[in-house]
T-cell receptor
Framework: AQKVTQAQTEISVVEKEDVTLDCVYETRDTTYYLFWYKQPPSGELVFLIRRNSFDEQNEISGRYSWNFQKSTSSFNFTITASQVVDSAVYFCALITQGGSEKLVFGKGTKLTVNP | GAVVSQHPSWVICKSGTSVKIECRSLDFQATTMFWYRQFPKQSLMLMATSNEGSKATYEQGVEKDKFLINHASLTLSTLTVTSAHPEDSSFYIC???????????FGPGTRLTVL
């Protein structure tokens, strides 16, 4: 069975601080895809990144970076120099090829960036 | 990224009435669409998976006669909440993807309030 754990329920930081959101996943499939989505107060889920299991390269996009480590089954997300607009709930998700083929979500981490 | 629209964005209805929510993929053809329900401060709960031209597959515990799903074309899926009751009040979100290996894009959600 597949599972995604986001151990941090809520995080509160002050603007300009760096913050890392943790994501640990479980799957026995060798081919899988990992995602991060952002859900601001408006409710819409915004796609941030997708990673497949064969690509362990870390990725940076502006202030966002992702660290994918198969050895620890983790796909952590770091926001550098956080801003108030980063306040949202962030979801990590997993889908496997050959499994149920449905996205499995973590419970989400609520990030609050205070001015 | 791809765009998924949802209509209406919010709806208030009386108990016993039916409500239809539309989900459209605007710039790609979605072979599969998904319907989720989200309670406050919780993760997304998958209700059903809908493939174009075939019957939807419902998750365990979801009443298929209450939540009617139609996926008549590659760009449109509808969810009808029949004989709505106050406990059906929730945030309903749809998503769409082209194939299993493709990213799932989400609509902006519909907030349903049943009085």
């Amino acid at each position: 069975a597949q599972k995604v754990t986001q151990a941090q329920t809520e995080i509160s930081v002050v603007e300009k601080e760096d913050v890392t959101l943790d994501c640990v996943y479980e799957t026995r499939d060798t081919t899988y895809y990992l995602f991060w989505y952002k859900q601001p107060p408006s409710g819409e889920l915004v796609f941030l990144i997708r990673r497949n299991s064969f690509d362990e390269q870390n990725e940076i996009s502006g202030r966002y970076s992702w660290n994918f480590q198969k050895s620890t089954s983790s796909f952590n997300f770091t926001i550098t120099a956080s801003q108030v607009v980063d306040s949202a709930v962030y979801f990590c998700a997993l889908i496997t090829q050959g499994g149920s083929e449905k996205l499995v979500f973590g419970k989400g981490t609520k990030l609050t960036v205070n001015p | 990224g791809a765009v998924v629209s949802q209509h209406p964005s919010w709806v208030i209805c009386k108990s016993g009435t039916s409500v239809k929510i539309e989900c459209r993929s605007l710039d790609f053809q979605a072979t599969t669409m998904f319907w989720y329900r989200q309670f406050p401060k919780q993760s997304l709960m998958l209700m059903a998976t809908s493939n174009e031209g075939s019957k939807a597959t419902y998750e365990q515990g979801v009443e298929k006669d209450k939540f009617l799903i139609n996926h008549a074309s590659l760009t449109l899926s509808t969810l009808t909440v029949t004989s709505a009751h106050p406990e059906d009040s929730s945030f309903y979100i749809c998503s769409a993807r082209l194939g299993v290996r493709d990213t799932q894009y989400f609509g902006p959600g519909t907030r349903l309030t049943v009085l």
